[in-house]
């Protein structure tokens, strides 16, 4: 496991990236009520937002059916008590005087109530009466909808885009209010009373019960969001208290784990590991004994076991290294590193350790256990796994001197990252790809089958970084 140092050519395996320098989720901090808060204002607004403008839509189509309802009901008023009235046969077959008589009563008493345009439509499609002269006597094709209000009287009205050929005269206003039912002659002849309506009160009438409805939607919920508030803002700080206890119970944990390991590796140094140095000098005196008494085979049996004493010796004093590394903290990194590769050379693999002081002094503690911690958990794979005659550690500035780079690389059987992380087989990748991610580093391993391995941690910019 591991790569060739930053001189080296690149190895045939490519980069995987395990940590992207991004904290997991386990390292994300929780929301301060602050930014909780101006997140629900945000939220709020944009729901208030999406609110008045269904409540605008609404209000519109409310009042366009208010508005053509008022106009069906106004057209029904002026046609009983205005056009029914002054209707004649006369007019009906063309007289002038008719005619004019008819048109001073729709001047005087139809168009003063808002009305565009009156047209009294003969069933054939002829236009009887127009106020704009120039319909007078054109012939067009009436609407199925038309020809029905003849057939079965009603009164129809809607909101007309007047796209027909008939409403040459009144497309200068947009929309207007069509309305149109059956008068009939004196002589009992069907006529289509027909009225354009402005569609402005429509306008109008949208902005009275927009604000009103607007107004009474927003004001609830600015209430419900102030009496929401403070019940939300207590339970963010309860959820705060609650996360700022378990990270001092965890704390308290990882300090009473500190101390257990130094408890426990006092006791071993004091206890059974000098009690083994004591018993391997007892060992070796015994050997030299049976060597003088002639009894060669007994001082070689004695000298065996006086080594396997001391790789004994050996391993515990490896393992108080991992269980407590106080060099880390008495002599520094680079000592509590060298430390780290104590089990590899004892098994014959050549171990080179190259810390750049610089970017050792620019390293702050966190920083510090995070390259140690590792470190150890690479050296402890290559021991494992890798089957390497040599490995190195390098910890360099990075990026122009803004990062700390740590390169872990050895020259053993590698493996296929591709197949560890898809069969999540690979303990030491999660182990490692965990510590990379709670200290929001970037962690990159590149390795094939019987290529090596090599490991990249690349540690966040540090405060008063170099230059």
């Given at each position: ?14 980069w ?21 808060l ?60 008719a ?68 409403n ?33 009160p ?41 996360h ?47 060597s ?9 049996d004695?000298r ?6 001391r ?81 190195s ?75």
């Amino acid at each position: 496991m591991g790569a060739e140092g930053t001189s080296s050519p690149a190895p045939a395996a490519g980069w995987v990236t395990l940590a992207d320098g991004q904290p997991g989720e386990r390292a994300q901090a929780l929301p301060t009520p602050g930014r909780t808060l101006a997140q629900l204002v945000i939220a709020a607004l944009i729901v208030l937002g999406l609110v008045l403008v269904g409540t605008s839509f609404a209000a519109s189509r409310l009042a366009e059916r208010e508005a053509v309802n008022d106009a069906a009901h106004t057209a029904n008023l002026l046609a009983q008590a205005v056009i029914q009235p002054a209707l004649t046969d006369a007019l009906v077959a063309g007289d002038p005087a008719a005619f004019a008589a008819f048109d001073r009563v729709v001047r005087d008493s139809v168009l003063p109530n808002n009305i565009v345009r009156v047209k009294l439509w003969h069933p054939d499609g002829t236009i009887v009466y127009a106020d704009e002269t120039r319909l007078v006597g054109q012939k067009f094709t009436l609407d199925p909808e038309q020809l029905e209000v003849l057939t079965v009287p009603q009164t129809r009205a809607e909101v007309s885009e007047l796209d027909r050929s008939e409403n040459e005269f009144e497309r200068y206003g947009g929309k207007l209010l069509e309305v149109y039912r059956p008068v009939w002659t004196p002589g009992g002849e069907a006529l289509l009373f027909e009225v354009y309506g402005a569609y402005a009160p429509v306008a109008e009438r949208t902005s009275d019960l927009w604000r009103g409805l607007a107004g009474l939607i927003a004001s609830s919920l600015l209430l419900l969001f102030v009496l929401m508030t403070p019940i939300l803002w207590k339970v963010l700080d309860r959820l705060g208290q609650a996360h700022a206890h378990r990270e001092d119970l965890l704390r308290r944990a990882v300090d009473a784990s500190d101390e257990e390991r130094r408890r426990i590796a006092a006791t071993l140094h004091d206890g059974p590991v000098q009690e083994l140095v004591a018993s391997s000098l007892v060992v070796a005196g015994a050997a030299e004994q049976a060597s003088s008494a002639g009894h060669a085979q007994l001082a070689d049996d004695i000298r065996e076991a006086g080594g396997t004493v001391r790789a004994s010796i050996a391993s515990l004093r490896s393992l108080l290294v991992d269980l407590y590394p106080d060099r880390l903290a008495d002599a520094g990194l680079a000592a509590a590193v060298d430390d780290l590769g104590g089990p590899l050379r004892s098994r014959g693999t050549t171990v080179t350790i190259d810390l750049d002081p610089v970017a050792v002094a620019q390293l702050d503690e966190e920083s510090t256990r995070l390259i140690y911690r590792v470190t150890r958990e690479c050296l402890r794979n290559v021991a494992k796994h890798a089957g390497a005659c040599t490995v190195s550690v390098t910890l360099a500035p990075a990026g122009q001197g803004r990062h700390t780079e740590l390169l872990i690389v050895d020259n053993g059987v590698g493996f296929d990252v591709a197949a560890s992380r898809a069969r999540h087989g690979h303990f030491g990748l999660r182990v490692l790809t965990d510590l990379a991610e709670g200290a929001g580093a970037v962690l990159q391993v590149a390795s094939a089958p019987g290529a090596g391995t090599r490991w990249r941690l690349l540690l966040p910019d540090q405060p008063g970084g170099m230059p």
